[in-house]
């Protein structure tokens, strides 16, 4: 039993680190949301660079193959600073998808353009307010085509091609379908460095993954394994936007003394320490799970999910009461981390969807 | 990163499981397991007794403390081993409590502090349960702020006579030896003037009234000291250095409990999976589930932070602060457990008669015990000041005693 990562996982780690910081400030971050480009697309290709955006995908498809225990450190550290690009949705689920359940000729058709940045993939799946159920889609698919509107696509601005849940004289399935012809329109969310958009499907060509009318299985495969991914991008935020409080409270007075000696807010940021912690000792079994395809994968995942979407959600919120009127600013960085701590917690499901499942996944009880 | 056994710890593990398999007390398997935090249920036999035999048959058999060196009456196994031991033990661990506070605590102590002939004269004993210690700390004007304390140590010769006053004394009554902490010196800073002993709790003027407490148990008790006499070979490190040795057991206060400590989340879990509501089962109540899941996810948080600890006891690093939120988690969440449990059964979820109430009224215990996890040891705000200071680095509580001499001190009375 060994309970940490490995020194070569921690490197990794630490390159990434000092990538971001020179280059993806989050400075960067905001002259996205602020509407300056789509992406930091110098921070894509950079990372693109450094061969992360393989780091899982086999050498035989053109990627480092180095498995899913570096990728969730690489997830936490684009977590930490709010990286502007699509690589959750790219990486954790469009590529997921495809080696999860591609046949060989797809994942040598899209596996090493993924791997190596060049295409940008992501998962349509939600359809508008409410969440997505197999018998509430309307995006159908007849034949070789599928039509209708998808809305809110992650990234979806931004991707090439989209992993899609459609519904079909099969029930439910996945398909994969090229973007370049399809109207897209950008949609206002709350984190507005998402590039997210509405996607209008009409009659265009599509292809199975895997086998038509296993499409909810998929998913939910597919999102349990995201969820390890997720969360570590949730907990490099958490870590971040509880970094920042810790600082202000140092160094701003009140009262004569700094604001930090206040028991008030040394308990707060003590809760929001212990959030994080357990978050990430859940995170850590589940990296174990996810990479050794454990029995218990699912239980671990929606335990990971739950953890890191309260730390976050924890984390980003009280930020901004730590700081006081600053924090309300748009000038400040604490909204940037509020914004994406709520986009976070909904991008795969909300809370109540995947404490659902971890109730499923738990072992029947032991009276 | 591996979550699974190496082929020395499967060994280990299948060799443990087949010693305990042969030797363990398994007429108070069924009993035990009805056993919450709070309440050792060990049906018609006596717990103390009971906890006795089993401590000196794993002692024995070289399977009690095992991760202390072999001359102090340990197996010197690793940590991980320990751990594995623990998951093996299983319900029959539940018979440790009375000997938690002696090996978890005064035993490393010891360890660090005492001579070598005292460690080879009281260590193995301690293991193997046949002579129980206590923790003299607290005091009616010494609890959260420890250094407060008042009770007098003054050099005699080659002995200290002891007068004052411990409160709290958890098992003093089962008792046969006391880690001891006392003031020597009032006229300089309060954490400055302290010094450690360990005596023999038989010795004249000891004088131990359990107290009962709020769930009508008495485990703790008032302690008095009326010219106690104790050898200066009992001192624990220098005269003066007191406090810097009650950090030592305060330390592995939390690394003892940390672990594998209780929640009641195995209890609500099983709860929840046998009860009906009126609208239907529990466990498809949608109220109920998301509370399950937030549990879980909590206790799963502890007991995966419990293994990164491990992990980095085995390497060599010394476990810190952010251990504290052990307790601080798990106290909480049992009292909130237990209300929630209790408030699923309605008012028949009050029946605190373990022959009536579902097993064995564990949730009615815990409801009452619960309490009081949120205290001893370091009360939840006193382990949040410790996350702030001493893992964030936020700054200290403005204090009216610092730097003042003991003896000055405001005392509000
Ligand atoms: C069941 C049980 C068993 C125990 N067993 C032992 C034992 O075996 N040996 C032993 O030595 N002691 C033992 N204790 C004592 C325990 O360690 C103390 O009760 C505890 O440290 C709190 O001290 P106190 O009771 O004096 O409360 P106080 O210190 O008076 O605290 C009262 C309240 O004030 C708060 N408070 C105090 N200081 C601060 C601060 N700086 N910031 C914020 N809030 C503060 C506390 O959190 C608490 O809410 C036991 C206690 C219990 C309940």
């Known amino acids: 039993m060994n309970f940490d990562f490995s020194s070569e996982d921690r490197m990794i780690q630490e390159q990434v680190r000092r990538f971001l910081s020179e280059q993806s400030p989050l400075s960067r971050h905001r002259s996205v949301m602020e509407g300056d480009s789509l992406q930091a697309s110098d921070v894509w290709q950079g990372l693109a660079e450094l061969g992360l955006q393989g780091t899982a995908i086999p050498e035989a498809y053109g990627g480092v193959g180095a498995g899913y225990l570096p990728l969730c450190l690489v997830a936490q550290e684009l977590g930490g600073v709010l990286a502007a690009v699509p690589f959750s949705s790219s990486v954790y689920l469009a590529t997921e998808a495809i080696t999860c359940f591609g046949s060989t000729e797809q994942k040598e058709r899209y596996l090493p353009k993924l791997a190596s940045g060049e295409w940008v993939g992501t998962l349509a799946l939600s359809e508008g307010p409410l969440a997505p159920s197999p018998t509430n889609l309307t995006v159908a698919r007849s034949g070789d085509t599928v039509s209708g509107k998808k809305l809110v696509v992650p990234h979806g601005l931004a991707a090439d091609f989209a992993v899609v849940l459609v519904t079909s004289d099969a029930g439910t399935d996945l398909v994969l379908a090229g973007l370049e012809a399809v109207e897209r329109s950008a949609v206002e969310i709350v984190d507005p460095s998402i590039a997210a958009a509405t996607i209008d499907f009409a009659q265009t060509p599509c292809e199975s993954l895997g086998e038509p009318g296993d499409g909810w299985t998929m998913l939910e495969t597919l999102q349990h394994r995201a969820a390890v991914l997720y969360a570590f991008e949730q907990i490099g935020g958490a870590e971040q936007a509880l970094n920042m409080a810790v600082a202000y409270a140092k160094e701003r007075f009140a009262f004569g003394r700094p604001i930090g000696s206040f028991q008030a807010l040394k308990h707060m940021m003590a809760d929001m320490y212990v959030a994080l912690k357990l978050a990430e000792s859940n995170a850590y079994y589940a990296a174990w799970a996810l990479q050794n395809d454990a029995p218990d994968l699912h239980l671990a995942a929606a335990t990971a999910r739950v953890s890191a979407t309260q730390a976050f959600q924890l984390c980003a919120r009280d930020n901004i009461q730590v700081h006081g009127g600053m924090g309300f600013t748009w000038a400040f960085d604490c909204h940037l981390f509020y914004r994406r701590s709520n986009y976070l917690a909904l991008a795969l499901g909300g809370l109540n969807e995947w404490e659902n499942k971890l109730v499923d996944a738990l072992p029947s009880a032991v009276a | ?413």
């Open chain 2, 1 to 413: 990163m591996d979550f699974t056994d190496t082929p020395a710890e499967t060994e280990f593990r299948q060799t443990a499981r087949a010693w305990i398999q042969d030797n363990a007390p398994a007429y108070l398997e069924a009993p035990l397991s009805g056993s919450g935090f709070g309440s050792t249920r060990t049906g018609d036999f006596d717990p103390i007794a009971e906890a006795k035999k089993w401590q000196k048959t794993k002692a024995d058999a070289g399977w009690a403390c095992i991760q202390w060196p072999k001359e102090y009456g340990g197996r010197g196994a690793t940590p991980i081993e320990s751990v594995i031991w623990g998951q093996e033990e299983g319900v029959y661990g539940k018979l440790s409590g009375t000997f938690i506070i002696g090996q978890g605590m005064c035993a490393p102590t010891m360890m660090a502090y005492a001579g070598e002939e005292a460690k080879l004269r009281y260590l193995p004993k301690l293991a193997s349960g046949e002579e129980i210690w206590c923790q003299l700390f607290s005091e009616p004007h010494g609890g959260s702020d420890l250094a407060g304390l008042r009770t007098k140590a003054v050099k005699d010769g080659d002995t200290w006579v002891i007068n004052g006053q411990k409160i709290w004394t958890s098992g003093a009554q089962h008792s046969d030896y006391g880690i001891l902490i006392t003031r020597t010196d009032s006229d300089v800073a309060k954490h400055r003037g302290l010094t450690m002993f360990f005596l023999d709790m038989k010795s004249d003027g000891v004088d131990i009234r359990p107290i009962k407490q709020a769930n009508g148990d008495s485990g703790f008790n008032e302690v008095f000291f009326d010219n106690v006499r104790i050898p200066d070979a009992q001192r624990l490190g220098e005269v003066g250095d007191g406090w810097k040795v009650a950090l030592t057991t305060l330390m592995n206060e939390r690394l003892a409990i940390g672990g594998s400590i209780a929640t009641g989340f195995p209890e609500i879990q099983a709860l929840v999976s046998e009860l009906v509501l009126a609208n239907g089962p529990a466990s498809s109540d949608q109220a109920v589930r998301s509370k399950l899941a937030d549990w879980y996810a909590k206790s799963a948080g502890l007991k995966n932070t419990g293994a990164r600890a491990i992990s980095a006891l085995s390497k060599g690093e010394i476990p810190g602060p952010e251990n504290s939120i052990g307790k601080l988690v798990a106290g909480g969440m049992m009292q909130d457990i237990a209300k929630f449990a209790v408030d699923l059964q309605g008012l028949g979820g009050l029946v605190t008669d373990p022959a009536i109430a579902r097993s064995q009224a564990q949730i009615q215990a815990m409801l009452m015990r619960s309490p009081a996890v949120r205290i001893e040891g370091g009360t939840d705000q006193i382990l949040r000041n410790i996350i702030a200071e001493r893992v964030l680095g936020l700054p200290e509580d403005m204090r009216a005693d610092k730097g003042i001499a003991f003896s000055q001190i405001p005392t509000g009375v």
